[in-house]
T-cell receptor
Framework: GAVVSQHPSRVICKSGTSVKIECRSL??????MFWYRQFPKQSLMLMAT?????????EQGVEKDKFLINHASLTLSTLTVTSAHPEDSSFYIC?????????????FGPGTRLTVL | QKEVEQDPGPLSVPEGAIVSLNCTYS??????FMWYRQYSRKGPELLMY????GNKEDGRFTAQVDKSSKYISLFIRDSQPSDSATYLC?????????FGPGTSLSVIP
């Protein structure tokens, strides 16, 4: 099956610092990757859609200057949380889109637990 | 009305029970239907993927789609404690995937 990796799995940082999270599709190319945030006991919340070679599309209410997304290749997308604050502490999950005829299936990374002190 | 509705639970069943998880949707353009399982502190993993109305079976799991009623189900037979997780339905048309909010399931030994 399609495998998506995410690094790091867990990060603790001080308030005001920036954190970069990588999402890689290991055995398929993904022109589109998605970034989600999930707070405890809540569902996935789509933050942005990352398209290879173009600017990301952000969901309403998500600050694009705070959550920088780069999709430089067909197998790698990065999310940088800039000037992180404690309220940014969350579980960040990426997914890579595998396109089949007429539809898309998302395969998820294992997630990154971010704790901002 | 939300595009995809799912009972959030929590749902608690004894080991060995048959579990029924359900989603309804409003957009008739959805043609592909998926079920994901998410363990605590992990990313979701794809369980089942179906296209047409009807049933698809994979081991203890059966996915059922009724396009006329805009209703999908996931049945788990002989449920095990290891099935305890959050189950998310998802569906897609031609451009994006929409997820349900997830149902939390606990299987009690």
């Amino acid at each position: 099956g399609a495998v998506v990796s995410q690094h790091p799995s867990r990060v603790i940082c001080k308030s005001g610092t920036s954190v970069k999270i990588e999402c890689r599709s290991l055995d398929f190319q993904a022109t589109t990757m998605f970034w989600y945030r999930q707070f405890p006991k809540q569902s996935l919340m789509l933050m942005a859609t990352s398209n290879e070679g173009s600017k990301a599309t952000y969901e309403q209410g998500v600050e694009k200057d705070k959550f920088l997304i780069n999709h430089a290749s067909l197998t790698l997308s990065t999310l940088t949380v800039t000037s992180a604050h404690p309220e940014d502490s969350s579980f960040y999950i990426c997914s890579a889109n595998l396109r089949r005829v007429g539809t898309d299936t998302q395969y998820f990374g294992p997630g990154t637990r971010l704790t901002v002190l | 009305q939300k595009e995809v509705e799912q009972d959030p639970g929590p749902l608690s069943v004894p080991e060995g029970a048959i579990v029924s998880l359900n989603c309804t949707y409003s957009n008739s353009a959805f043609q592909y239907f998926m079920w994901y399982r998410q363990y605590s502190r992990k990313g979701p993993e794809l369980l089942m993927y179906t296209y047409s109305s009807g049933n698809k079976e994979d081991g203890r799991f059966t996915a059922q789609v009724d396009k006329s009623s805009k209703y999908i189900s996931l049945f788990i037979r002989d449920s095990q404690p290891s099935d305890s997780a959050t189950y998310l339905c998802a569906m897609s048309g031609y451009d994006k995937v929409i997820f349900g909010p997830g149902t939390s399931l606990s299987v009690i030994p």
